[in-house]
């Protein structure tokens, strides 16, 4: 489920100047970065050009669990990216004197960043100790699975006396228990779209383009989460184990390539005027995940006795399965105010239920369950979301002052929250050069499970997450 949320989205880093308009240049187009959202809007271009765009993210957390607000702790993570880089090749074709340009252009642009670290933590009552022992219930030792119930199993971290498949661990018996918990959560990697994207200008009224995209994604996380006893109160009475600590890591790279196709048209009622309209299709990704897990257990079974050493295990292995993303509808408004500027408002559909895993060509039919009960879930967890992007330009002779705001709907069920940006930059053009910067705030507030209770004492995180984009953009007209 967090890869369905994770990889579905879309959010276009841009040139300085799409970053400082809010991402909203839908109906104005003639920026290389619109062939990411409409490509139509690649055929406004009357001359070719060189761009490059380097930017630096910063990402900062602040994480909470349990409410526990004296534990709240902050990290800054700071990254750096390549926004949208490539070239537009525009000409006058002699073929047809009712098209007045055939444009062409390639470029890199960077559509989704997954660069995060946070840590979350508390001392409350619980263990996932407790989630362990419920999801082995009834399962046979050696069919335990590698990744959490069998290095719990295999490290004592729960245990069946009686053989009776009723496992057990060494907190059930320690009444109300608190543990001091940490986890540090820290995430790398984003996609990098290749687009090769072709527009048209059909007698100054009409604009036309198609991009077909080919996404890179990378994606790694590692996950360290660790449980004290450090006021000593867990004691099974049952076998005098005293119970210490353990550490639980989880580890997870994703790497994929994509195909996608995007279709747009502008139409220009006047100068004044002009509406436009783009269909982006799924992405379809073929993905490959190496993960591996491992389980740090330490604990004594007679505390007279000197302690035994930790018992410790891992588990590693890897998939291969194939997702798609939704469908994404949207529509466009933008006037040209003479020489002065312009004003352009973007809306958005899409319809996160459209996310679906697929491990048919891969798999036997156990994965086909868990196939079908991903894809359930996501009919469950996932709703349509409407976006909106408003942006503005303002022109003093070779100078630009540019200002944007957006509001992204939640991808998930009953969440009729909004997450907010606002964005602003400015602008220099003089004959063959201009230069582009741009800044975007955002900021959003998420909750976090450090682990599926199953059962067991829900530990409930909270991470404000605030982010500051910076792109700056270099152009050369030829």
Same mark, same amino acid.
């Given at each position: 489920?967090?890869?369905?949320?994770?990889?579905?989205?879309?959010?276009?880093?841009?040139?300085?100047?799409?970053?400082?308009?809010?991402?909203?240049?839908?109906?104005?187009?003639?920026?290389?970065?619109?062939?990411?959202?409409?490509?139509? %809007?690649?055929?406004?271009?009357?001359?070719?050009? *060189?761009?490059?765009?380097?930017?630096?993210?910063?990402?900062?957390?602040?994480?909470?669990?349990?409410?526990?607000?004296?534990?709240?702790?902050?990290?800054?993570?700071?990254?750096?990216?390549? %926004?949208?880089?490539?070239?537009?090749?525009?000409?006058?074709?002699?073929?047809? =004197?009712?098209?007045?340009?055939?444009?062409?252009?390639?470029?890199?642009?960077?559509?989704?960043?997954?660069?995060?670290?946070?840590?979350?933590?508390?001392?409350?009552?619980?263990?996932?100790?407790?989630?362990?022992?419920?999801?082995?219930?009834?399962?046979?030792?050696?069919?335990?699975?590698?990744?959490?119930?069998?290095?719990?199993?295999?490290?004592?971290?729960?245990?069946? =006396?009686?053989?009776?498949?009723?496992?057990?661990?060494?907190?059930?018996?320690?009444?109300?228990?608190?543990?001091?918990?940490?986890?540090?959560?820290?995430?790398?990697?984003?996609?990098?779209?290749?687009?090769?994207? *072709?527009?048209?200008?059909?007698?100054?009224?009409?604009?036309?383009?198609?991009?077909?995209?080919?996404?890179?994604?990378?994606?790694?996380?590692?996950?360290?989460?660790?449980?004290?006893?450090?006021?000593?109160?867990?004691?099974?009475?049952?076998?005098?184990?005293?119970?210490?600590?353990?550490?639980?890591?989880?580890?997870?790279?994703?790497?994929?390539?994509?195909?996608?196709?995007?279709?747009?048209?502008?139409?220009?009622?006047?100068?004044?005027?002009?509406?436009?309209?783009?269909?982006?299709?799924?992405?379809?990704?073929?993905?490959?995940?190496?993960?591996?897990?491992?389980?740090?257990?330490?604990?004594?079974?007679?505390?007279?006795?000197?302690?035994?050493?930790?018992?410790?295990?891992?588990?590693? %292995?890897?998939?291969?399965?194939?997702?798609?993303? =939704?469908?994404?509808?949207?529509?466009?408004?933008?006037?040209?105010?003479?020489?002065?500027?312009?004003?352009?408002?973007?809306?958005?559909?899409?319809?996160?239920?459209?996310?679906?895993?697929?491990?048919?060509?891969?798999?036997?039919?156990?994965?086909?369950?868990?196939?079908?009960?991903?894809?359930?879930?996501?009919?469950?967890?996932?709703?349509?979301?409407?976006?909106?992007?408003?942006?503005?330009?303002?022109?003093?002779?070779?100078?630009?002052?540019?200002?944007?705001?957006?509001?992204?709907?939640?991808?998930?069920? %009953?969440?009729?929250?909004?997450?907010?940006?606002?964005?602003?930059?400015?602008?220099?053009?003089?004959?063959?050069?201009?230069?582009?910067?741009?800044?975007?705030?955002?900021?959003?507030?998420?909750?976090?499970?450090?682990?599926?209770?199953?059962?067991?004492?829900?530990?409930?995180?909270?991470?404000?997450?605030?982010?500051?984009?910076?792109?700056?953009?270099?152009?050369?007209?030829?």
């Amino acid at each position: 489920m967090d890869q369905a949320y994770r990889f579905s989205g879309l959010d276009v880093q841009g040139t300085g100047r799409y970053l400082a308009l809010g991402s909203s240049m839908g109906a104005i187009g003639a920026d290389i970065s619109t062939a990411a959202m409409n490509p139509a %809007g690649l055929g406004f271009f009357r001359s070719s050009e *060189f761009v490059i765009t380097p930017g630096m993210g910063f990402t900062n957390i602040q994480s909470t669990l349990n409410g526990q607000q004296g534990l709240s702790l902050d990290k800054t993570k700071s990254k750096f990216i390549l %926004g949208s880089t490539g070239m537009v090749n525009a000409r006058e074709p002699q073929f047809s =004197p009712k098209l007045k340009s055939a444009v062409f252009a390639i470029a890199a642009n960077r559509t989704a960043d997954f660069n995060q670290s946070f840590t979350l933590r508390g001392n409350t009552n619980g263990s996932i100790v407790e989630r362990w022992t419920n999801l082995a219930s009834g399962v046979e030792p050696d069919d335990l699975d590698g990744y959490e119930t069998g290095l719990a199993y295999s490290t004592g971290a729960i245990f069946d =006396p009686n053989n009776s498949l009723n496992y057990t661990n060494d907190f059930n018996t320690s009444g109300n228990y608190e543990t001091s918990k940490l986890q540090i959560v820290t995430r790398k990697g984003g996609v990098t779209e290749l687009d090769i994207a *072709f527009a048209g200008n059909l007698q100054d009224k009409l604009m036309f383009g198609v991009n077909f995209g080919i996404p890179f994604l990378r994606y790694e996380e590692q996950k360290v989460y660790t449980e004290d006893d450090v006021n000593n109160e867990v004691k099974d009475a049952n076998t005098t184990a005293d119970f210490k600590s353990l550490t639980y890591g989880e580890y997870l790279n994703s790497s994929a390539t994509g195909f996608n196709i995007k279709m747009g048209l502008i139409y220009r009622f006047a100068q004044a005027f002009r509406m436009g309209v783009a269909v982006h299709s799924p992405t379809w990704y073929g993905l490959k995940d190496a993960f591996g897990s491992d389980l740090n257990y330490d604990f004594t079974t007679n505390p007279a006795l000197d302690p035994a050493p930790p018992y410790y295990d891992e588990f590693d %292995g890897s998939y291969e399965y194939a997702m798609s993303t =939704p469908w994404r509808f949207i529509g466009s408004l933008g006037s040209v105010i003479s020489k002065f500027g312009f004003i352009n408002a973007d809306v958005e559909y899409v319809n996160y239920q459209g996310t679906k895993f697929n491990f048919n060509d891969v798999s036997g039919p156990s994965d086909i369950i868990v196939e079908e009960a991903l894809n359930r879930q996501i009919d469950e967890q996932f709703q349509s979301a409407i976006n909106l992007r408003i942006g503005a330009e303002i022109a003093l002779m070779d100078f630009r002052l540019r200002g944007g705001f957006q509001l992204l709907g939640s991808p998930f069920e %009953g969440d009729d929250n909004y997450r907010k940006a606002l964005s602003g930059g400015v602008g220099f053009r003089h004959n063959s050069f201009y230069m582009d910067l741009g800044y975007r705030y955002m900021n959003q507030t998420e909750s976090y499970i450090p682990y599926d209770p199953r059962g067991s004492t829900i530990q409930a995180g909270v991470n404000d997450i605030t982010n500051h984009q910076v792109n700056l953009t270099f152009g050369f007209r030829y």
